[in-house]
């Protein structure tokens, strides 16, 4: 199990350092996918970097709580033992291959060179293991993609290396920041389910960073609401889709193309997420909230617990 436990994590902005995810917690166990969903600037990003202590090379720093995997907390294994981590038990894949990929070296050489990095094979080994895996992402002309440059294949096909290439070194966790919108709707969905496909076969615990309510209900087993740093709402999806409590989770549910009043035209919620040191006492989502009240900027709201999974932060859940 992957647990990020109450954490805290703090940028600089204008030379102050403030908290830019505040007390987040999220459970991703070995075969179930987990929607991390909210507006742009909400922190899924910076949160799921954490997950591989990433953010920390542009400054983020942890101020408070830990992620553990199966008990061992990233943030005191030795710099060898994160490395081995990193890649190896958990692994990522970004919005952008382009800048994942290297454009100097042919996909071959990347794939063999994380599958040897994690993996006691030699270059013969590692090499049909490459050519495996892209077989396994779809690739059918494997052994010829291997010589090819990243520049040379179009954005589906560097998504599916990127997949390949997370896939290397057997890990048990996969981190997806926003996997597919860089690309072609039509390019999205077959990428999607040949995620979903090897999330299955393998039995990964994968989480799936978001903002599309609609590839949350297709693909995921629970999801997890942010908003302005923090968790608003989490639990199985059907039980947040039957009943969802936080007026910002069905605000965002409201966004979905298939169920806008403006005819398929995406819904936006009015106004924009606070960014981090600007965050209003109390609910940050109730400047944004048809039906904040004082209690709700005068107060922190507790996770109310709906049922044993199902959390939701708001005050005027269950009076409402
Ligand atoms: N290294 C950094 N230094 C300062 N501020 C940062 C840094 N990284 C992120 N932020 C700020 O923190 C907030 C959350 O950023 P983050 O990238 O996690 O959002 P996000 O939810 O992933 O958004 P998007 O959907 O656009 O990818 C934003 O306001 C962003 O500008
Ligand atoms: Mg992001």
Not at 309 to 315: E, G, K, P, T
């Amino acid at each position: 199990m992957l647990e990020v436990l109450n954490l805290s994590l703090s940028v600089s902005i204008q030379g102050n350092r403030v908290d830019a995810v505040s007390g987040v917690s999220l459970a991703l166990e070995a075969g179930r996918v987990l929607g991390l969903v909210g507006e742009s600037g909400c922190g899924k990003s910076l949160t799921a970097q954490a997950i591989l202590r990433l953010g920390e090379f542009q400054g983020v720093a942890k101020s408070s709580g830990d992620i553990l995997i199966d008990g061992e907390s990233l943030f005191t294994m030795s710099d060898e033992r994160l490395r081995r981590t990193r890649g190896g038990r958990i692994a990522m894949i970004f919005q952008e291959p382009m800048t994942a990929l290297n454009p100097v070296f042919s996909i071959g050489s990347q794939i063999i060179e994380v599958i040897r990095l994690h993996l006691d094979m030699d270059k013969q080994q590692a090499r049909q293991r490459a050519i495996d895996l892209l077989l396994d992402v779809g690739m059918q002309d494997a052994e010829q993609i291997l010589k090819q440059y990243p520049d040379s294949l179009s954005g589906g096909m560097r998504q599916r290396v990127l997949i390949a290439m997370a896939m290397a070194a057997d890990p048990d966790y996969i981190i997806a920041d926003e996997p597919t919108t860089a690309l072609d709707v039509s390019v999205q969905k077959r990428i999607i389910a040949l995620l979903l496909n090897l999330q299955k076969k393998r039995g990964l615990g994968l989480l799936l960073v978001t903002h599309d309510f609609g590839l949350v209900a297709e693909m995921c087993d629970d999801v997890a609401v942010m908003y302005a740093g923090q968790i608003v709402e989490s639990g199985p999806v059907k039980e947040i889709f039957d009943h969802p409590a936080h007026p910002y989770t069905r605000a965002l549910m409201g966004c979905r193309p298939e169920v806008s009043e403006t005819g398929g035209a995406l819904a936006v919620i009015a106004g924009q997420v606070p960014p981090p040191g600007q965050w209003p006492c109390g609910c940050h989502f109730a400047p944004r909230c048809s039906g904040a009240d004082e209690l709700c900027s005068a107060t922190v709201a507790a996770d109310v617990w709906r049922d044993h999974s199902h959390i939701a932060r708001c005050v005027h859940v269950g009076s409402k």
